[in-house]
């Protein structure tokens, strides 16, 4: 099954109030109406230098001399 | 996460949180990957992904979820990534990535390892 589907499934089975589901909705839609868009496919990712876990500072610049590398933005671990 | 590794690539996580204090410094050699913590939220506006949580999604969270945000991300800051995931080659363009407001859809795996092997040729 695909990530989606897993994730779709999972919000379905939480059994929200429609209240709690039209907050969450329309918080989504004005995120959305924001701009927040992040960036395009073919732009250049801008360098950043940011601590880690154990406090030591990982540069993007660093890590891609070494190769690839995927960026994954999330909200927090709650 | 290691078919990312096998290929060559590196995974880093990036949040709003505060760099995490509950853990012992064996726990944090143990996880595998680096956690980056965007404590100002510079890096989240740079990438244009950057938000306040809406005033009615702020109560939602601390009047229904128990979540104050203020714990993690220090006080005051009400504040949050379009959750995303991006994809660099080499010179650190974008190759692939997507970022949604609605945080229950993610970057398929599969498209994910697909963009790596596109960039290395593997």
């Known amino acids: 099954m695909s990530l989606k589907k897993q994730l779709a499934e999972f919000d379905a089975s939480r059994n929200r109030p429609p209240e709690v589901v039209a907050i969450l909705r329309r918080g989504i839609d004005s995120t959305r109406e924001s701009g927040a868009a992040g960036l395009r496919i073919g732009e250049r990712a801008p360098d950043f230098t940011l601590p880690n876990q154990r406090g030591e500072m990982v540069s993007l610049h660093d890590r891609l001399s070494r190769g690839p590398v995927v960026l994954n933005f999330y909200r927090g671990v709650w | 996460m290691q078919a990312i590794r096998s290929l060559g690539a590196d995974l880093l996580g990036i949040s709003p949180e505060l760099p995490d204090n509950t853990l012992t ?96 040729g593997g």
Do not use: C, Q
Not at chain 2, 55 to 61: N, Q, R, S
Not at chain 2, 77 to 82: C, D, K
Not at chain 2, 90 to 113: F, K, L, Q, W
């Open chain 2, 25 to 120: 410094m064996a726990e944090k050699h143990a996880i595998p990957i680096d956690i980056l913590s965007d404590a100002t939220s510079e890096v989240m506006k740079k990438y244009r992904l950057w938000f306040a949580v809406p005033a009615e999604v702020k109560a939602l969270y601390l009047e229904k979820f128990g979540l104050n945000l203020e714990k993690y991300n220090d006080a005051g800051r009400w504040e949050l990534p379009v959750p995303a995931t991006y994809v660099l080659d080499r010179d650190g363009i974008v190759r692939a990535g997507e970022a949604d407001p609605d945080y229950t859809v993610r970057m398929e795996p599969s498209d994910i390892v697909a963009a790596i092997r596109e960039i290395t």
